[in-house]
Nanobody, 128 residues
Framework: HVQLVESGGGSVQAGGSLRLSCVVTRRASDSTCMGWFRQVPGKEREGLVGLDDDGNTVYADAVKGRFTISRDNAKKVLYLQMDSLKREDTAMYYC??????????????????????YGQGTQVTVGQ
């Protein structure tokens, strides 16, 4: 199993920014995708961005232009920079690491991956 630890969540006013971090303490040998998704209790998981090993990305329309994924391979950290936050961005945010292919597949799989492929999450709350 992969081991991922998210941090950086918190409370922020609408229009503000947060940067989430995900430390990858152990990555599966066949992992080729990383990504972020979020979930609100009682609602369906929402994929945000998929990233393949070549650095290609696919973003959800809801966050395109506001959120940016990046990766520091040396430090084994995945980031999600979130700007222009809205109240509807309030959710638990999870990073994921899993084996697949190109960025589009990485993105699509975010709705399907199991708990062994993502961390415990970090809460983001956006107020007025």
């Amino acid at each position: 199993h992969v081991q991922l630890v998210e941090s950086g969540g918190g409370s922020v006013q609408a229009g503000g920014s947060l940067r989430l971090s995900c430390v990858v303490t152990r990555r599966a040998s066949d992992s080729t995708c990383m990504g972020w998704f979020r979930q609100v209790p009682g609602k369906e998981r929402e994929g945000l961005v998929g990233l393949d090993d070549d650095g290609n990305t696919v973003y959800a329309d809801a966050v395109k232009g506001r959120f940016t994924i990046s990766r520091d391979n040396a430090k084994k950290v995945l980031y999600l920079q979130m700007d222009s936050l809205k109240r509807e961005d309030t959710a638990m945010y999870y990073c994921a690491d899993y084996p697949l292919g190109i960025a589009a597949e990485c993105f699509s799989a975010l709705w399907l991956i199991g708990s062994s492929d993502y961390g415990q999450g970090t809460q983001v709350t956006v107020g007025q």
